[in-house]
Each structure stands twice: as structure tokens, then as C-alpha cells.
């Protein structure tokens, strides 16, 4: 085969594929392939696709096309080929392979058969929900590792590498920040999504083994974790223990090197008492909630196949604001999903009013295949979806920079990510998440990469903040 084994791996999506393609980017390197970050160098790209929703599907196709022009061969893995496998596979024959997340273990072998002209047959997607037994000791029996001679770590059919538990990982990015996978897969069923059929059922990692990948991490110049999975509300309920979040997360912020932890993805209707506790008691875990409430009328959500309403939302973000003040919130809501009412409506907009989020994600409804939402009545036309949408993201902006002037005046522990002029830096507050929320800009003298700062802020752009550390 091919002596010209150089690779460049192209992320698309949420943070969760960043940490599935630095697996990747460690079982290529232990196979013998070469790791290079220009496509055009590379003998073959593989992309690391997204199949969230329309905007992420065509983006990843404009990337697969992209990289086939560069000359390269191209394999297109991640959520967009595990979920339409030979589909896609026939719709885009510019890709040299369709690769699903069984294909991963063996990922340097699949790569060498490109280059070999070989063109392996793409997979028949399946519903991995029904791949893994529901019980808790079950599926904990499930997800053990199994070693296949001669291949090193795998896993049982149906539980991905992505999903389950791992011990290779490469970083790709050398900030200060990387996520860390609690969890993978999905047990909750919104009638919008179509994330539990491709990524499966909900499997944590054992606590020991994230805390030995956080030690890594730390050893690799990280300073900020920040804990990803599709739910980490969940994590622990099939390892047994509903608490195990609790746990974990003081743990988490005393392995040394460890600056600060964040936790994303959690679930309005699953944020414990004691959860909320330790999210705004914890030394070294940021007061930070990315709440997914994705609408506020208690009729809209039902029909989401959701729990709560306007009421107990706003009851919620009271309890976690008395608990502190400063805590940072975040939220995504869709806009025209089926039988929204303009009353409903607005009472989505009563509640961003009243909710003081720092940042708001507004997304159109669109069909998703294979979805309950996608067989229902009442659906609205995209130009009034357009619409709504235009109408609340102006909402939302006004909102989230009212929210960032209350700031104003504050002290913040900002996480210094990069230098952008002689004394000046910008990086991240605790109230803010990477990519998804604002940043701060920080003037002071003597900062580095990676330092946790103390700045008081001193004015606000939007969503962002501008800060000054003390003379």
C-alpha cells in the first residue's frame, strides 16, 4: 500500500466531535499515519461531519467537496456518514468512503484501503437505541472494553468508540481550553431530534477513567475542561448513582494544573438541588448553566415531548441566582415548531424578557427525518418561520447585551486564551462558554496564555465584555 500515509482530520460540529476526532487523530498515529494540519499536504482528509440539523448537513457536504478538490482522497466519518452510511455514499461518490463509528477502532486499516483504491461498501444505518440492554448493571456489562489481539482496545457491536470508553486521545488544538466526553448517547426522545437513533443509548465513562483523561489534559497545557456529552444532567443514572455529577465535579477542579471546570448540556427538567449546590459552591467549577430550554409555552413543550413552562423556568433560574448572583446562563429555543400559536409565541419572548440570559441560541424549526416532529400538524411555512425567527434573534440580542452591561462594574476570573495587541488579551469569564458565548477583552500587563486572571470589567460590546486588571 501507499507509503504517503499523511492525514488531516476536519472537525465539524460541537464539541463532542472535537474529542471523537482527537481519538482518531491517537489510533492514526499509533497505525503510522502522519498528522497534518494543511489538507493540501495530506494523501487523504477525513471529515469529521456533522448531520445535526439542514445548515450543519450542507456545511459538512461543502467541506467533503472542498477537500475532494484539494486532490486529496476524501472519507467522510462522524454523525452525517453514520447516520445516512450508503445513502450518502451513493449521493456523493466524491467521497472515497462512507466511514460509520464501528469503523473507528480500525480506522488506520480503513484509511490504507483507500489509498489502496479499495471501496469498501458503506454501512446501512440502524437504530443504536436498541443496541444496548436498558438496565443499568446491563449496559454498565455492555460498555466493558474488549481486547481483540492484534487490534488493540474494542468495543462490543453497537456501542461506537465515540460513545463508549476510550483511552487514545491526540490533542489537535494547543489552547488552554478542551473539552472532556462524560457521556455519550441519548435516553430522552424530543420529538425534534434524531440525535438518540445514531448516537444511541445514554453510556457514561467511569468516573476514574475521565478523571485519568483530565490528569492528561492537565499535562497537556489545559487549564479549563469543559464536560460534554448529549446530557450531562444524566451521567452516572447507568452507572447506578443519579450523584455521580456531584461527585465527580469537586474531583475534576483539584487535579492539578486544573484552573477551572465548566459543564455543558444540562437539562432544565434534571437540574437537581444538589447539582445546583455544587455548580455554585465549588471552588474551581465555574457558576455556569447551558440550560436547554428550548421554549417556554407549556403547551409547545409538551408537543417537544418536553417538561416545564414559563413558571418553572423562571422558578429554576430564582434558585440558582439566589444561590449566586453572578451565575452565568445560556439557552437555545426553536422558533415555529409545529402548532406554535402566536400566543405561544409570546410567551417564549415573556420569558427571555424576564429569564436575563447572558446568551440565547434561536433556531427555525426544520423537518429532521426519522423525527415524531416531522409526521405532525399544525406546521408553520418557512416564511413565517423566517419571520419568528427574525423577530426573537433581535429580541435576544437586545437582551444578552442589557444582560452583559449588568456586568459592568464586576469582578472576573477571566481565562486568558490569546494575545491580540501589546497589552491586550482575550479570553473568557467564568459567565462565558468557547465559541458559543461572548468573550472579554482584557487589558493588563505581564499576562500569558493560560493565566486565570482577575479583571474588573469596564465596559461591554454586545455579548462581550472589556476589562482592566489591577495596576
Not at 201 to 215: C, F, G, I, W
Request: aromatic share 4%.
Amino acid at each position: 500500500m501507499s507509503t504517503h500515509r499523511t492525514v488531516s482530520l476536519v472537525t465539524l460540529g460541537c464539541a463532542r466531535n472535537e474529542v471523537d476526532s482527537e481519538e482518531l487523530a491517537a489510533r492514526l498515529e499509533n497505525a503510522g499515519w502522519t498528522l497534518v494540519d494543511d489538507t493540501g499536504e495530506a494523501s487523504v482528509v477525513v471529515v469529521n461531519t456533522c448531520g445535526f440539523i439542514d445548515a450543519a448537513k450542507k456545511d459538512s457536504i461543502d467541506v467533503l467537496l472542498a477537500a475532494h478538490d484539494s486532490g486529496a482522497k476524501v472519507v467522510a466519518a462522524g454523525c452525517l456518514a453514520e447516520r445516512y452510511g450508503a445513502e450518502l455514499a451513493e449521493s456523493l461518490p466524491e467521497a472515497d468512503a462512507v466511514l460509520g463509528f464501528d469503523d473507528y477502532p480500525r480506522i488506520g486499516d480503513r484509511l490504507e484501503e483507500v489509498l489502496a483504491g479499495v471501496r469498501r461498501p458503506a454501512h446501512t444505518p440502524r437504530d443504536r437505541r436498541a443496541l444496548l440492554p436498558i438496565t443499568p448493571v446491563r449496559r454498565r456489562e455492555s460498555a466493558r472494553r474488549v481486547v481483540v489481539p492484534g487490534h488493540g482496545e474494542e468495543l462490543p457491536e453497537g456501542v461506537a468508540p465515540a460513545s463508549g470508553p476510550r483511552v487514545l486521545r491526540r490533542r489537535l488544538d494547543g489552547g488552554p481550553v478542551a473539552p472532556l466526553k462524560l457521556a455519550s448517547g441519548c435516553d430522552r426522545r424530543c420529538a425534534f431530534c434524531a440525535i438518540p437513533a445514531f448516537r444511541g443509548a445514554y453510556v457514561s465513562r467511569d468516573p476514574e477513567e475521565v478523571l485519568a483523561e483530565a490528569a492528561w489534559l492537565a499535562g497537556q497545557g489545559v487549564r479549563e475542561l469543559v464536560l460534554v456529552s448529549e446530557n450531562s444532567t444524566s451521567y452516572g443514572k447507568d452507572l447506578g448513582d443519579l450523584r455521580a455529577l456531584e461527585a465527580l465535579l469537586p474531583k475534576l477542579a483539584a487535579v492539578e494544573g486544573i484552573e477551572r471546570v465548566r459543564v455543558s448540556y444540562l437539562q432544565p427538567a434534571e437540574l437537581r438541588p444538589g447539582l445546583i449546590d455544587v455548580l455554585t459552591s465549588t471552588p474551581g467549577v465555574a457558576p455556569y448553566f447551558d440550560l436547554s430550554f428550548q421554549h417556554a409555552s407549556g403547551p409547545v413543550l409538551r408537543r417537544m415531548r418536553r417538561f416545564g413552562d414559563r413558571e418553572s423556568f423562571l422558578e429554576l433560574l430564582a434558585r440558582i441566582r439566589d444561590r449566586d448572583p453572578r451565575a452565568g446562563v445560556r439557552s437555545n429555543v426553536i422558533v415555529g415548531f409545529p402548532g406554535e400559536t402566536e400566543e405561544d409565541l409570546e410567551e417564549l419572548i415573556a420569558f427571555l424578557t424576564e429569564a436575563r440570559l447572558d446568551a440565547i441560541g434561536v433556531f427555525g424549526y426544520s423537518d429532521e427525518e426519522g423525527t415524531e416532529a416531522a409526521s405532525l400538524d399544525g406546521k408553520l411555512d418557512e416564511a413565517e418561520i423566517a419571520r419568528r425567527v427574525a423577530e426573537v434573534s433581535e429580541l435576544a440580542e437586545e437582551l444578552t447585551a442589557q444582560r452583559a452591561e449588568e456586568r459592568i462594574g464586576t469582578e472576573l476570573a477571566v481565562l486568558i486564551e490569546e494575545r491580540v495587541g501589546p497589552e491586550e488579551w482575550e479570553g473568557r469569564a467564568a459567565h462565558q462558554a468557547p465559541e458559543v458565548d461572548g468573550t472579554v477583552l482584557v487589558r493588563g500587563a505581564g499576562l500569558a496564555v493560560g493565566d486565570l486572571v482577575k479583571a474588573t470589567a469596564v465596559d461591554s460590546e454586545g455579548v462581550d465584555l472589556i476589562a482592566e486588571t489591577a495596576p
